[in-house]
């Protein structure tokens, strides 16, 4: 079984940038991916991107495609999203899942370990 921590999530304005971390432990990460996903309030859970642990593929939504950049430090078992020019649409709960496959996938079904989730709210 992984753990995954999210942190780094906060208050930011439109156009602002934050840095979220997903710290994952428990076993050997080569053959997972890691993924990013966010809900807000009222909404579905949805897609924002994911890398995979051991292989060259990072995928992303187009809603925020050249925002966003997802990348790993292998050393710290650490992944990382770059959120820049964030929008107050942003604004949710994000969360990183892992997947026992290096394949990244869109789809939540696919991950079944989760961390508990961070704020992320962009004002106006």
């Known amino acids: 079984q992984v753990q995954l921590v999210e942190s780094g999530g906060g208050l930011v304005q439109a156009g602002g940038s934050l840095r979220l971390s997903c710290a994952a432990s428990g076993r050997a990460f080569s053959t997972h991916a890691i993924g990013w996903f966010r809900q807000a309030p009222g909404k579905e859970r949805e897609f924002v991107g994911a890398?995979?642990?051991?292989?060259?593929?990072?995928i992303y939504a187009d809603s925020v495609k050249g925002r966003f950049t997802i990348s790993r430090d292998n050393a710290k078992n650490t992944v990382y999203l770059q959120m820049n020019s964030l929008k107050p649409e942003d604004t949710a709960v994000y969360y990183c899942?892992?997947?026992?496959?290096?394949?990244?996938?869109?789809?939540?079904?696919?991950?079944?370990?989760w961390g508990q989730g961070t704020q992320v709210t962009v004002s106006s």
């Open positions: 890398i995979s642990w051991s292989l060259d593929a990072t």
């Open positions: 899942a892992a997947r026992s496959n290096v394949i990244p996938r869109v789809s939540h079904m696919d991950y079944d370990s």
